[in-house]
Each structure stands twice: as C-alpha cells, then as structure tokens.
C-alpha cells in the first residue's frame, strides 16, 4: 500500500495546476456518492489510485506535505470539516488524505495511507487503540494528542486535569460503585440533598455518569420548587431534555454529583484552534425546557459571544492541558464567575464560514511552521492584525435602549388562609428547638420534612385526645383537626403551598379577640400561625406568560431570522449575551411562580416551570429586597390601622369631617367607594348578611347528591369552599357584635376569587357581595398603607427603601458599562451598537411592595405637580385607579442619547411607567383614562426629536409591508417611530391608516372608543404592548374576541402600560432617589436591619424580632444622628461607603453592597 499512497502527493501540487482547482485525495475507490455533500460549484478532481501509478514523471522538486485524516466517516465528511479541508488545499505545499472508515476498521495500521501529520480523534466506534499504534509506527505529527483522549472519555479524568490546571470547577464530587455490589458506596440521601463521601449536595444539584460517552446527565430539583429532576441527553430531534417526577438519584453506576451553577439559561461552548484562538457561542441551555431552538433551515440556533481575558486564558489552558489543537468544551457563567464543566475533545464549530477560513489558516500555518523546515520549503508566517476596533453605531438623535426596571405583582392565586392556635405541648417546644427557634424567636418551617413532624405531632394529639378526654392537651381539638386537614390537603407536600410559623410568647398569648377562652394558663407558649392557599392559580399563570410576551416588544431590534415575530428583538439581545437579565422574587411561591411563567413567555421557552424557576429566578427574600415580614407591623401602620378601624365602626352615614379624614388627599377612587358605603357599619351587616345566605346556599349544595362531589376551579371541593366563607363569616362577626375590619380584604379576595373562577355555580348574590366588599376593600387596602401623604411615605419607607437603593444601583451602573457579556462586534450587524447591552432588572413582589413604591413616586416629591403638566395628569389619573389587581407594573426605562456631550443632564432619560394590572370582572365603564404608553410630549412639537425612540425600523420593510393584512386589531408596535417628525406611527382601533405626519398628541393605544362605547370591547385579549401586525405570527388571544384562553376559565385581559412620565433626566431620578432614601431615620434602622442580613452572611443572621438586639453594624447605624445621612452622595458601582469614621463597618473588610448581582 505504500507506494500507490505517496503517488498522489506529487500530483496535487497547488503550483503547478493552471485554475488552482483545490485537490483532495481520498485514499479509497467508491467514495463519490459521498463527495456530493462538499460545496458544489468547486470543480473536484478525484484521483483513483491506478490512475496515478504513471504520473510518478511529473513529481516537482518540493515534495508536498500530506495531512492524513483518521476518524470516522460521518466526522471526515461531514459539512465543517469537508468546508475546512478545502480551505487548507489551497495552501500551496499541502495535500490532504481521508483514510477510508473500512481501512481504519479492517486493515492493519501497516496498511494504512501514510502522513506527515495526522488529524485524528476518537467518536462512537473509533478503534483509538489502532490510530495509537499507527502513530507509534509512523511518527506524524500530531494535531491532537491520541493517549489524552482516552482521559476525555473519562469525566473523572477530565475533572481531575482541569483542577490540576487550576481551572475553575463546580463544587463535586465522585461516586465510585462496585458494580457487583452496588450497595456498598458513600453515598446517603436525603429529601432535599445527597452526601457523597462525607460532601453534602443541597438541591438542586447535577449527576453525571462517570462515563463521558454517557449523555444521561440529570438535574435534581429541591422540593421548595416542587421537586422533580430533568433528564438530558444526546439531542433527538427537537428535544435535549426532559422533566420527570423521579427525584431519587440513581442506584447503580458510579457519578459525578456537583453543585448546580444559576446561569442565565444559555451554555457557552468554545471551540479552541490551537491556544491563541477560541471561538465562543451561546445556545439554549438544555436543562432549561429541553426544546432545541431551531432557525428556518432547522439548525440549532447559536450566537456568537465575546470571551473575557479571564475565559480566554481558560480556553488556553484547556487546549493545552488535553493537548487537543481542535478542541471543544463547555463554560457556565454564573454569579461572576466562568466555571468549565465538560470538555469534549475534537469539535468543530457548524455553519460559520469565518471560522472555518480561520480554521484553516491556523492550521495550516501551524503545519507549515511546523514541517517546511525539514521539507525545504520556503515560508514565513503572515502577519495579521487580530481584532477589529468597534466601529460607532447609533446616528441622528435615535436614543438607544439601555435599561429597563420593572416590579410587578404576582399573578391570580387561590384564596389565602391562615389559622392561629396557641400550643403549649412539649413536643411543639422540642420542634421549636430542634429548628433553633430561640435563636430569634420566631420559626418558619416549610420545608417538607418539617411538615411531615408537624403534623405527626397533631395526628399523636388527636389519638391521646380521642382515647381518654382529661384536660392534660391545652391545644384545642377542632383547631388540631383543621391543622391537620390542611397538612394532609394534597396527599403530599409540595412545599410551595404551605406553611407553618411558630412564635415564641414569654407569657403565653394576650387575649385578643373573641375566639378564644377564657381560661389563660400562665408560662410561656407558642403562636402556631398555619397559613395556606395563596397558589398561583393557572390563570395566574396564563396572565404572567402573556405578559413576559407582551413585555418583549419594549425592546428594539428583530431582523433576520426572527423578523415577524413579535418581540425578537429581545430574544436576539438575549442569546448573544448583550440582554444582562436578572430575575428577582419573593419568597413566597406564588411569587416565585409567577417570575417564572413571565420569564417563560419573555424568553419563549417551554415545558413546566420548576426548571425554569431553579435556573432564572434568584430569591431576594436574603434581604427584605422585596419580603416584608407583615407580622411586624411598623408603628405608623398600627396607629393607621386603628384609626381606619375607628372610622369603619361608626353606624352612620360618613360625615364631610369623615371624608376629611379617611382621604385627605381628596382621591376619587376613595370618594367614590366612600359614597357607595355611605353607612359603614350598615354596609358592613349587609355583607354579613350575604355571607351568611353564601355559605347556606353551599351547604344545601352539599346536601344535594347530585352536586356533593362538584370539582371546582383549581381542584377545590364545594367542603373546602364552605370551610373557606365559614371561617370568614365567624371571624367577620366579633362575639363583641363589632366587626372585624382587617377580614374585609380576605373576604374581598374570596368573592372575587369565586366571582371569576366559580360563577358556573350559580350561586345567587354573589355580584352584589362583590360590589359592596369591593367598595370596603377599596377603602381599607390602599388606607393601611397610611391615609395622609406624610404616613403613606413613612409606611413605604418602611417596606421599600432596600427595594429603592437597588433600582439606584440599577440605573448608575448602567452607564458604567462594565464588561458583562459582551457581543462580539462583527457579528452585531442587524443589532444595534455591538459592545453594549441592556440591562433588564425584575422584581417580582407582592401587594405591599407595589403600593409602597408607588406611594413613594407620588408623594416622595419627584416632580411638582403645580409646574408639571404631565406628572398633574398623571397623578390624576393614578388617583382614580381604585385596586392594584393581580400584575400591576411598575416600570423605569432608561435611554441613552449618544448625540450629547457624556457629562450632560441630557445623556440619559428617564420614562415611567404604569398599569393597575389585571381588569377587574365589571370595569369596563368606569375605567380612569390614562394617557397611553409613550405618547410624544407635547411640550417638543417645536423641536420634535424623537424622544426615546429605540430604533428605527422604517427601513424593516417586512413590519411595513405586512402592516394591515388581516382585520386583527392589533396595534403596531410602540416601537416603531415615524422618521420625519416626533411623533408614534400608530394603528388606531378603529381606522387601519397610519396617524398623520405631523400629528404629535397621538395617543398609542385609542382605547379612548372603547371607552366611550362599552360595547366596542377591544379585540385583543391582552391589550398590553401592541404587536407588530405580522402574518406568520398567530396570536393566541387575537383570534378570540372574548378571553377565552384555552384550558383556563376567564383569564381577564391586562390594562396597557400608560406612561406617567416621559422626559425625567437620570439626575432627577438619582437625586429623588437618594432624598426619599434618607429622609427618613427610622428607614434607616429598617434598611441597615435589612442589609444587615447581606453584611453579616458569616453570623447568618436573619431579620430581627424587635425584641432583639441588632448586630455590630446594624445597631451602630440606627444610633447615628439623623441628621446624617446612612451613605453620602450616589452610591458607587458595588461598594458602601461608610458614613463616617464612626461606624465599625469602615474596618470590617470594606463590605461589598451588591445584591447578589
């Protein structure tokens, strides 16, 4: 075989061929049905070996080089490397050689072509063994090293290699099995967690077989989430990964178990050519929801990326550790870091002729500097300039898009519940101590396991209580019987929707209200608090994922492969790592629910929720970002409370010194429900009254056979529907014949609940029950938030200034642009200004946080009504809004004029923005009329530049052309601005023509018809964002002309954005910002006692029960004079600076204030 192989170097010389036709050589006869997968339109010469026997006379003086590839044939021939191997003929001295699959499989290695350098890697079925020995034999050089791939096919190996390079690496471990007896390994697990070998794993963490050819990777989740894993594995068709049920670990082969790294949902793959070149791109992470995003040709869809110093110098490491010139591996960015978690060996990157030309090049310098030297050739490397300075972007006075903040309530849930029982039974003590609920005096237990103990002792109660009736158990029975029915609700614990709060009173608990007995013992108690329900409900769910949608259309952008679809422009931004999106919630797992669904309809992704969940959303319950511990009341909200129980009491009609009192700030929306009521304590008795006829008409449901096993909404039975209203109804009526103001919120919250999910009952007077604990509720939710402006502030404060300090951080380092994942700048055509990103900051909460912050925009002083025509409408109109519903939204836009000088007022504009959420069940009429989401300002129609517009996308001809195809009423998008003058092109309801040139007080949304004649009903279900009218995509809620969403009962539409404000400066917001933040001292103590949980991570103390003293640094602030302020000036990037020489916190390490950014 030897001679015939040398034979066709000679031929293929490059030089002497007259059209340069690039030369393969494949060292097999019957190969050219495969050949037709190479690029066609380059004439291809094969050259069978007999025919080239006779050539030998033309050899040239130089001999050439020949580059052997051994691999299997689907890797030779595939598309990269068929693309690579024609780039590299076309070096003049080099040939390339396939060895053919049956060669490699059945001849010896004697018998093999020869080669000067051999590219050669192992895949499924490669003998790696016989290409070692062919090395041995031959001596070629070597592109990748042959003995290290057997360490690559080993994770253990791999892992052990990156951590001797000293390459940062997940948190694991190793699982080493018997395979005879399995049993025997270190392995224990427990609920939400394993141990390997004395290394404990909370969930979620991720098992790797040990084997790398074995793709089975699995995801455990934490029960918190709602348990589970997801299973990935080699890609089939569409699909990477899978959810399951299962959340018990493997039992038989051995694994690596590590830590699971929070990414934001994308994987970095980086394909090293030798270790001076990485290229890098994002896909998908396929634990997300396993669905393989694909484009219009069906290839998975990857982005470019720009690696830091820091990855590129991994990547270095990498190719030379493994000694793999071509080789891929993986890298999850997460909380700052680049950890590498798989290497991959010999991989090309698909569909990138840049990479392949380089590919080539480094290549073939690399044989070249390599080999010519021996074979005489002559050569020298060619200089390159490498990186190519970003060229400007933006042009005219376009403002460019660079943050957007938004807080936003949770979605629909199921009623909440609480019950309050006093124990004294030792077991309770013991639980207390065994969860180290002395150390604060307070205990929250949620976890499943927890549960499980809690309702065991209720379960060993009710036997001893059963079997002799002595007076030995204080807890009472039917109170340890509910505890216990709603432990055992579901048949399991999933730990989102229950919870169980002990807190420890020193002289058992002061008698409050009518409950409970006369008979006090004396000695120290517990306050068990069972609270349950408060589930988001799966409209709650449809609500948030419309929403995320609906949300995308904010951003600019969306050409290419994503044009007509609405919002691409967002997913485009996201995958090429300029989108830096963090997702922030709650604890509570309605909360925490709802981010997730919104970040499902955001980024388009599918399957359930828990993955996304555990993957995008961080928890900010560390630092009373967005948790209020409602059970500490401030003293402002009892003095406020009590004063609205004072009013609410009176049994007449409210008096004009009443209407003084309970809405001195003269708000319609309070004027209103006020009139409603007229009498107080009247209403009040007639919403008993219909309590009452509520729960009788359930109660002869129940009786009726036909009816007793109804399935409502959300799996509730009409027997938990009755205990829900009749609980209300005797918590409502106090024994003391008063009523008990604080439930009309909960019994609000329940009729609206069954109003909207149980009306196929058909149960009588249900409307009027809405009406009249709607008007109660419109007064008494809003009040306790504090009834003049002074006390509203003070309360906010209390609830939000951590919340406010962030979006202060938010907004400043926008504009300090550090190097987050940056886009690498030749690929960026399409997406506007390459090196820059936006930056996305959510904040999921509940009800109080929404309320506080909106008080605090509204009273805190940002602008003056008096001077400001639009900041006068819009109090205006935030005044009429009577409920902040389900999904009320705050949001903050930043923009960037890249026009004006850095330094200037004008660089940076503010907008705000606000929707009251979800429609209520009869609003349409008396909706208050905002003034549409960006409106163009009137006071520029002199000037008329294009305030904060985004990018234009006039020349976007596909948005244009399709605008008016088919009679959906969808608006156009916000987006899009009409080049010649200030204003917005938009798409009236009611005609399909663009709005005239000139006209600048359009309104976006004309929804201004559809509120003059409550007849005309918009079309769309969710009127959020108009989208842009785009054939291809079909809306969901366009084609219905009622909501009906599939699957869900009503799912009410959402109110647009309407924006309060359009032409703030940064300043202005900084500087208001910094004001409400200090003005107030008890703020103070609340923030420091907040963030005291970030600085004192190491004592791991939580929040505080009052009765506590603070620690070191959280004491020492709230005894510093008011007068001072808690941190002077802006704060800078990520660091506190410390108020004065005073504070201990100057020496403790200079702590670093970052929400786990």
């Not at 769309?1020 to 009962?1049: D, I, Q």
């Not at 103590?1085 to 939580?1102: C, R, V, Y």
Request: charged share 25%; aromatic share 8%; with cysteine.
């Amino acid at each position: 075989m030897s001679e015939p192989s040398k034979a066709p170097r000679s031929v293929g010389k490059q030089g002497q061929s007259p059209q340069k036709v690039p030369r393969f050589v494949i060292g097999c006869e019957d190969d050219e049905q495969n050949m037709g997968q190479m690029e066609a339109g380059m004439k291809r010469e094969m050259f069978r070996e007999e025919d080239m026997e006779g050539d030998e006379d033309e050899s040239p003086s130089e001999r050439q080089i020949v580059v052997g590839i051994c691999s299997m044939t689907k890797k030779s021939k595939s598309k990269p490397m068929t693309q690579i191997l024609e780039r590299l003929c076309k070096f003049d001295y080099i040939d390339v050689v396939i060895f053919p699959e049956e060669v490699i499989l059945e001849e010896p290695v004697e018998n093999w072509p020869l080669c000067d350098c051999l590219i050669s890697f192992h895949s499924k079925g490669f003998p790696l063994d016989k290409a070692v020995e062919y090395a041995k034999l031959r001596n070629p050089l070597l592109i990748n090293d042959l003995n290290m791939q057997y360490f690559i096919q080993d994770r253990r190996e791999v892992y052990r290699i990156l951590q001797e390079e000293g390459i940062d690496l997940p948190r694991y471990a190793v699982l080493n099995r018997d395979p005879d007896n399995p049993e025997e390994c270190n392995l224990v697990e427990g609920e939400d967690h394993v141990e390997v070998n004395g290394e404990v794993f909370p969930k979620p963490f991720v098992e790797k077989p040990v084997c790398a050819e074995d793709h089975n990777v699995y995801i455990y989740y934490p029960t918190s989430a709602g348990g589970g894993s997801q299973r990935l594995f080699r890609k089939i068709g569409s699909r990477s990964s899978v959810y399951s049920p299962e959340s018990s670990v493997r039992k038989t082969g051995g694994y690596i178990y590590e830590e699971f790294m929070p990414t934001d949902g994308t994987d970095v793959k980086v394909y090293t050519v030798g270790p001076d070149y990485a290229h890098a791109e994002a896909r998908k992470s396929p634990a997300l929801d396993g669905k393989v995003e694909r484009d219009s040709e069906g290839k998975e869809i990857r982005y470019p990326v720009m690696l830091t110093a820091m990855e590129k110098l991994v990547a270095r490491k990498v190719c030379l550790a493994f000694k793999q010139t071509v080789c891929g591996f993986d890298l999850l960015r997460a909380n700052g870091h680049s950890y590498v978690c798989d290497v991959n060996g010999f991989s090309f990157v698909k569909n990138s002729m840049k990479y392949y030309d380089d590919c080539a090049k480094i290549l073939g310098n690399m044989v070249m500097r390599e080999l010519a030297p021996q074979f005489h050739i002559p050569w020298s490397i060619p200089m390159e300039a490498e990186d190519i300075p970003i060229v400007p972007t933006t042009s005219g006075t376009m403002m460019e898009l660079r943050c957007v903040i938004a807080i936003i309530r949770h979605g629909d849930r199921t009623p909440k519940q609480k019950m309050k029982m006093e124990v004294r039974h030792p077991l309770f003590f013991e639980l207390f101590e065994k969860y180290e609920g002395y150390k604060t005096g307070k205990l929250k237990l949620k976890k499943p396991k927890q549960l499980q103990e809690v309702l065991d002792i209720a379960r060993l109660l009710l036997v001893e209580l059963g079997q002799h009736n002595d007076c030995e158990i204080e807890e009472k029975k039917s109170k340890l019987e509910q505890l216990k029915t709603v432990l055992e609700m579901y048949g399991h614990f999933s730990g989102i929707n229950r919870k169980v709060q002990l807190t420890y009173l020193r002289n058992g608990k002061p008698k409050t209200s009518s409950e409970e007995e006369d008979c006090k013992k004396e000695g120290p108690s517990l306050l068990l608090v069972l609270k349950w329900g408060g589930e988001l409900t799966p409209a709650g769910r449809v609500q948030a994922e419309e929403l995320g949608r609906a949300f995308r259309c904010m951003y600019p952008g969306g050409q290419g492969d994503y044009a007509g679809f609405p919002g691409c422009g967002l997913l485009r931004l996201h995958s090429t790592y300029r989108h830096d999106l963090k997702i922030y919630a709650s604890d509570e797992g309605r909360v925490q629910m709802t981010a997730a669904a919104f970040a499902k309809g955001l980024l388009a992704l599918e399957g359930e929720l828990t993955p996304i969940l555990v993957q995008m959303v961080k928890s900010a319950n560390m630092n009373g970002l967005l948790d209020s511990d409602s059970d500490s009341l401030t003293d402002c909200q009892q003095k406020v409370k009590a004063r609205l129980h004072e009013i609410m009491q009176k049994d007449q009609e409210f008096t004009q010194e009443d209407y003084q009192k309970l809405a001195p700030t003269g708000s319609p929306s309070l004027v209103n429900s006020m009139k409603v009521i007229e009498n107080p304590v009247k209403t009040c008795d007639k919403v008993y009254a219909l309590i009452q006829n509520l729960t009788s008409q359930i109660r002869k449901r129940l009786e009726d056979p036909k009816s007793a096993d109804l399935q409502l909404y959300h799996s509730e039975t009409l027997e938990l529907m009755l205990q829900r209203w009749s609980k209300l109804e005797r918590d409502f009526h106090m024994k003391n014949g008063r009523y008990d103001i604080s439930k009309i919120p909960d019994i609000y919250d329940c009729i609206k609940y069954d109003t909207q999910h149980n009306a196929s009952l058909g149960l009588e007077d249900t409307l009027e029950l809405f009406r009249l604990s709607r008007a109660l509720a419109d007064i008494v939710i809003p009040q306790e938030y504090g009834i003049s402006k002074a006390e509203k502030l003070d309360i906010a404060q209390a609830y939000c200034v951590p919340l406010m300090k962030k979006i202060q951080l938010d907004l400043q380092r926008t504009h300090e642009d550090e190097a987050v994942n940056k886009l690498h700048p030749l690929y960026s055509r399409g997406v506007m200004s390459p090196g820059r990103h936006v930056r996305t900051r959510l904040y999921f909460t509940s009800e109080s946080h929404v309320h506080s912050l909106l008080s605090m925009f509204r009273y805190g002083g940002l602008l003056d009504e008096e001077k400001d025509q639009q900041w006068n409408q819009a109090m205006e109109y935030l005044s009429a809004v009577t409920e902040l519903n389900y999904m009320t939204q705050i949001v903050i836009m930043l923009y960037e004029d890249n026009n004006k000088d850095p330094s200037s007022e004008e660089r940076f504009h503010v907008e705000l923005h606000f929707s009251p959420g979800v429609k209520g069940c009869e609003d349409e009429e008396n909706v208050p009329l905002g003034f549409g989401f960006r409106p163009a300002s009137s006071e520029n129609e002199d000037k008329k530049p294009n305030q904060g517009s985004l990018e234009d996308l006039s020349q976007d001809q596909t948005d244009q052309a399709l605008l008016v195809s088919e009679p959906i009423n969808i608006r156009k998008s916000p987006m899009i601005r009409n080049r010649k003058a200030g204003s917005m092109e938009v798409l009236s309801e009611t005609s399909p023509t663009h709005s005239a040139k000139g006209c600048t007080s359009h309104r976006l949304f004309q929804s201004s018809t559809s509120r003059q004649s409550p007849e005309i009903k918009p079309t769309s279900g969710l009127e959020l964002f108009s989208m842009p009218t785009v054939k291809r995509f079909s809306v969901s809620f366009a084609r219905h002309p009622t909501n009906g969403f599939e699957g869900c009962s009503m799912v009410p539409s959402i109110y647009p954005l309407e924006t309060l404000h359009n032409l703030l400066s940064l300043k202005q917001v900084d500087e208001f910002l910094n004001s409400v933040c200090e003005s107030s001292s008890e703020a103070h103590a609340k923030t420091m006692k907040a963030l005291s949980g970030l600085f004192d991570s190491q004592s791991q103390t939580s929040l505080y029960s009052p009765q506590q003293p603070l620690s070191s640094s959280g004491s020492e602030a709230s005894l510093r004079p008011p007068s001072q302020p808690l941190w002077h000036g802006s704060i800078p990037s990520s660091a506190v600076s410390s108020a004065g020489p005073s504070s201990p916190m100057t020496e403790s390490s200079g702590l670093n204030f970052s929400f786990s950014e």
